[in-house]
């Protein structure tokens, strides 16, 4: 099959990921149907606007949405491809993996499925959840025949192609990247690849499902234990009095050393999930990627002891007013998930009775579990607070004159 043939594709889950792959799939001129189970985004998607904040997305989604080549709706309709783009966040205290939301698009696009169509997972899953997808759709459709039960027969073609793009670039990461394409058979891996190189310029690189699942758990994983190192460093620092900058410096000075910075922990739905995954397949073996994620998720407990300790040090006549500048999980974005500098700025909440400012410049209003502090401008915080706090390297802080005191959590 080569491109021409898709001429229509459905992208199930419009969110930080599917919204701007359906973009750039419309934006080659093919038809592209995306489906959401909210109302407010299909809403917004049709109005030609978005609902996240990505560097020009809303641009390419407000032409290819009045050239009539992108439409949002709350049903699943016919088409060729069908992908996958669904949350797939962990349960609670015991951090399974939760597949539910895959589990509700599978079955949602079950009925308008025809033999020889495509469906692509591309959500970030647990080794094994292609197969899951195969089983529910066979669930729902026992007329197809899915591909890992019967390749040689099969009449519904399946794959995993689990996106690896970066918050802030992911317009132009879905272009250039590499992508890991990986079908139960060779026509299901071919079909997967044409669709990509509809848009896609970077390597396809071809492997097996389970492979395609634990390498980008991987990744992340590897991300994660790097910057685990980094925080760890940073509580050691700060046990013996030492500066961790000058001391991460004065180590990658070394030709064959690389240390990340520290930060308030590690946020996102990738580095801060994703490792669980592996932790949750393989719990006797994954001793270092669990224990570096239990390095990054206890970093900011450390961050709120020492605003509390600057707060107890106060002497003044009234509480301290204290501005927390950046609650997004990373630079330059507004994406809060799992974000530990919103979790930071929660507990404050709760443990300091003054007031709380918030400089977010990547967000209009802030979310209700917020409503009690104020959100700010720059200039507004310097004027009103007592104490800074700096917990995301926003591009705007970088050359901000913060005034004393100030606690940095993260490098400018």
Not at 152 to 173: F, K
Not at 394 to 408: G, M
Request: hydrophobic share 45%.
């Amino acid at each position: 099959m080569n491109e021409t043939q898709f001429s229509r594709i459905s992208v199930v889950g419009l969110g930080y990921i599917g919204l701007p792959t359906a973009a750039i799939l419309a934006s080659r001129k093919v038809e592209v149907i995306g489906v959401d189970v909210k109302p407010s985004v299909v809403e917004t998607v049709n109005r030609g606007e978005v609902q996240i904040y990505e560097p020009d997305l809303d641009i390419v989604v407000r032409s290819v949405v009045s050239e009539g080549y992108l439409r949002a709706t709350l049903t699943p309709e016919p088409a060729d491809a069908f992908l996958i783009a669904v949350p797939t966040p962990f349960v609670g205290e015991s951090k399974e993996p939760d597949l539910a939301w895959v589990e509700a698009a599978c079955r949602s696009i079950a009925p308008v499925l025809a033999a020889g169509n495509l469906v692509i997972l591309e959500s970030t899953c647990p080794v094994g959840a292609t197969e899951k997808v195969g089983n529910w759709i066979a669930e729902e459709r026992p007329d197809l025949i899915l591909p890992h039960t019967d390749p040689e027969n099969c009449t519904l073609h399946l794959a995993h192609c689990p996106e690896r793009v970066l918050p802030g670039q992911v317009l132009r990461e879905l272009v250039s990247n590499d992508r890991i394409v990986a079908g139960f058979t060779d026509t299901c891996t071919q079909m997967a690849i044409d669709l990509y190189r509809i848009f896609v310029q970077g390597q396809c690189v071809r492997t097996t499902p389970r492979t395609a699942e634990l390498a980008k758990l991987t990744e992340n994983s590897f991300r994660d234990v790097n910057i685990a190192f980094a925080n760890e460093l940073s509580l050691i620092c700060d046990r013996l009095d030492v500066d961790v900058s000058e001391l991460i410096a004065l180590a990658n000075l070394h030709p064959r050393v690389n240390i990340l910075q520290p930060g308030p922990g590690v946020g996102g739905h990738c580095i801060a999930v994703d490792p669980w995954f592996i932790v949750a397949s393989a719990p006797q073996e994954a001793q270092i990627i669990r224990t570096a994620r239990q390095v990054n998720d206890g970093k900011p407990e450390w961050v709120l002891r020492k605003i509390m300790a600057a707060v107890a040090a106060h002497e003044g006549p009234s509480p301290m007013t204290v501005a927390c500048y950046g609650i997004a999980f990373k630079p330059n974005i507004d994406d809060m998930r799992e974000s530990p500098s919103l979790h930071i700025v929660k507990e404050l909440l709760d443990r300091h009775n003054g007031p709380i400012l918030i400089v977010e410049p990547n967000i209009k209003a802030l979310p209700e579990s917020l409503s009690s502090a104020d959100l700010v401008t720059l200039d507004k915080a310097r004027e009103g607070a007592d104490l800074h706090v700096v917990l995301v390297a926003h591009e705007p802080f970088k050359t901000w004159d913060f005034a004393p005191p100030t606690l940095y959590f993260t490098s400018l």
